[in-house]
């Protein structure tokens, strides 16, 4: 996992309709809750500043996809 400091930039090559993200630590708790994509977002920043050091996922959901990615937080 690559670690972020405050800001956790991820990028797409394509966006679902009705898309969201969220970030879960490894407890399972939502720590920033969903934000759901529009159609024409490629990069998004997320600011992270406020989390604890520790790892988290990235959660993306769509209609036809759900998948996670771990990144630590500095």
């Given at each position: ?5 405050t ?5 797409f090559?394509n ?11 490894m ?7 969903a934000?759901h994509?529009?159609?024409n977002?490629r ?6 500043s406020?989390?604890?050091q520790g ?12 998948a ?7």
């Amino acid at each position: 996992p690559n670690p972020a400091k405050t800001i956790l930039q991820v990028r797409f090559n394509n966006i679902a309709e009705k898309a969201e993200y969220s970030i879960v630590d490894m407890n399972g708790r939502t720590v920033i809750p969903a934000y759901h994509l529009r159609n024409n977002e490629r990069i998004v920043n997320i600011d992270i500043s406020t989390l604890q050091q520790g790892i988290y996922l990235f959660v993306y959901k769509s209609r036809q996809l759900t998948a996670s990615r771990k990144f630590v937080k500095k």
